[in-house]
């Protein structure tokens, strides 16, 4: 019988729900009093593990930056799932698109450091594109691996304005019709039901 998960430390327990909160309702719409409120402790007890919501802001988006997990599948099946992943994602009845794009939408480019997180998120997935089309033998990998990430971020986009998960079917064709095009060779897949809004992809 496996041991039951450690308790959460205040810490934890404050990213949490800054990260719930600032995900849902926008990072300017929360403070740091709301986050507090939510826990049940004073800003005093929040800013002795996070010294001010700059602070906290970064730590959520860190939070969030999270790398796909290794696979032994063919390198075209990992890219293709990924926009099965997505559709997944945008029939969850609390998608609300791209944490990092929000972050930056909402706070500015003027900030840097949310800027700068952001940056080095879109890269990493770009650039996990781009070796998964090096072991494919792609001849312009890096090319090819912008496109991919613009299909991503377009389906995205597509969804939070369309509200219709479907998006992300039309941007894995697309990004089929490019693995074709490069000569990489993807296996045909039959059309599957379209994913509803409000239904939980299962686990």
């Known amino acids: ?16 729900t800054a990260d719930k909160l600032f995900y849902l309702q926008g990072i300017r719409a929360i403070g740091v009093d709301t986050i507090a ?5 004073s800003k005093r007890t929040l800013y002795n593990h996070f010294p001010s919501k700059d602070a906290l802001i970064a730590a959520y988006l860190e939070r969030r930056f999270v790398q796909p997990r ?8 990992q ?10 994602r945008f ?17 500015g480019p003027a900030d840097r450091a949310v800027k700068k997180i952001a940056i080095a998120f879109k890269e990493s997935r770009r650039v996990w594109f781009r070796d998964r089309l090096n ?3 792609v001849t312009n990998a890096e090319a090819l691996a912008t496109q991919l990430v613009l299909l991503v971020d377009g389906s995205i986009a597509q969804d939070l ?18 693995l074709r095009n490069a000569g ?3 296996d045909g897949d039959a059309a599957k039901p379209a994913i509803k809004r409000g239904k939980r992809a299962p686990q």
């Open 70 to 77: 290794p696979s032994d599948k063919p390198p075209a099946e």
């Open 135 to 137: 072991e494919l033998g």
């Open 91 to 107: 029939a969850a009845k609390d998608f609300r698109g791209c944490p990092f794009v929000n972050a930056v939408a909402e706070l």
């Open 37 to 41: 409120a939510e826990i049940g402790i």
């Open 1 to 16: 019988m496996a041991p039951p998960p450690a308790p959460q430390t205040m810490k934890q327990r404050i990213l949490e």
């Open 79 to 88: 890219i293709l799932a990924t926009f099965d992943s997505l559709e997944h």
């Open 161 to 178: 304005v369309r509200d219709d998960p479907a998006m992300a079917r039309a941007a894995k064709e697309a990004a089929t019709v490019l």
């Open 184 to 186: 990489v060779e993807v």
